[in-house]
């Protein structure tokens, strides 16, 4: 048994963005990807299922199918893939802000409909973050997995790809990790924050504004500005997060040459409240420069 729910957003929204993003991150076990799908585990309290979101061609609306166990909780869930797909969004307000900015302007005319991708569940995206410093996204999913494979727990009744469910705070937090390819420092401050979260001393919400998780975040340690402010643009989809310091920031084509982590955060205080989407269009520009042939 499994239920549909419809969510309208304001065009125009793009499917590929989102599939791009989403293949390149896809962690087998607990998310699966089709041409024109996106499934993944799902735990809500003691509530264990599946959601699947697929966009239509017929109207500006995603479906949400979720499992029959998840339909006491669906408006909460339904609310997490709104933020996923960033579904709330103005895309022209936001797109004539930024467009003020000569060296976005091109870039953001150019995709008028990109979004700020975020995670189903902060606290996954919170360790990916942490895993992922300094190193590849396919290396960070790499050991991600390793994760999932250790602690996860199994996922009965769900569709093919999506057979198991994230592991949680608690689990990381009491789990002996060695071998799993993380350097003892990245490792200790994964386990930091797991127990932060598990024992209640952090909530990973924004409640309180993106720059306050952001100050908690840096208390942790082994969690920098970067990572704070990429597990709030990426964890809950802040619309003002900027992790200045990104390197695919500081290198895209679009400064010309080299510039600093202060130089770019001073030229991004123009582009508040929505610096979040001016970094997924510069991400998008330094990504093509990146693959783009070479001559």
């Not at 979260?197 to 924004?206: N, W």
């Amino acid at each position: 048994m499994s239920q549909t729910l419809y969510l309208p957003y304001l065009e125009p929204w793009n499917w590929s963005q989102f599939y791009q993003h989403f293949a390149m991150r896809l962690l087998p076990g607990v998310e699966a990807l089709s041409a024109n799908s996106y499934s993944r585990s799902v735990h809500v309290g003691q509530l264990r299922g599946w959601l699947s979101v697929a966009p239509l061609a017929d109207r500006p609306a995603l479906a949400l199918t979720l499992s029959d166990a998840l339909q006491p909780v669906q408006s909460a869930i339904a609310a997490r893939v709104r933020r996923m797909f960033d579904l709330d969004a103005d895309p022209v307000a936001i797109a004539a802000h930024l467009c003020q900015d000569a060296k976005l302007a091109p870039g953001v005319l150019a995709n008028p409909g990109l979004r700020v991708p975020a995670a189903y569940d902060p606290f996954e995206q919170a360790v990916r973050a942490i895993v992922g410093q300094q190193v590849s996204v396919k290396a960070a999913v790499t050991i991600t997995r390793r994760l999932v494979d250790r602690l996860g727990e199994p996922l009965v009744d769900a569709p093919h790809g999506v057979e198991r469910l994230f592991p949680s705070a608690q689990a990381i937090a009491e789990a002996t990790l060695d071998n799993i390819g993380m350097p003892a420092k990245r490792l200790a401050a994964l386990q930091h924050l797991a127990c932060a979260v598990a024992d209640g001393r952090l909530q990973l919400d924004i409640a309180a504004g993106s720059e306050e998780l952001v100050r908690q975040l840096c208390e942790l340690p082994g969690i920098g500005p970067w990572t704070a402010e990429y597990i709030a643009l990426r964890g809950f989809g802040a619309p003002d997060a900027f992790p200045s310091a990104d390197l695919g920031l500081l290198k895209a084509p679009l400064w010309g040459g080299p510039i600093t982590a202060s130089e770019l955060a001073a030229r991004a205080e123009a582009w508040r409240p929505w610096r979040a989407y001016a970094a997924i269009h510069i991400w998008q520009a330094y990504a093509a420069q990146a693959f783009a042939p070479k001559r």
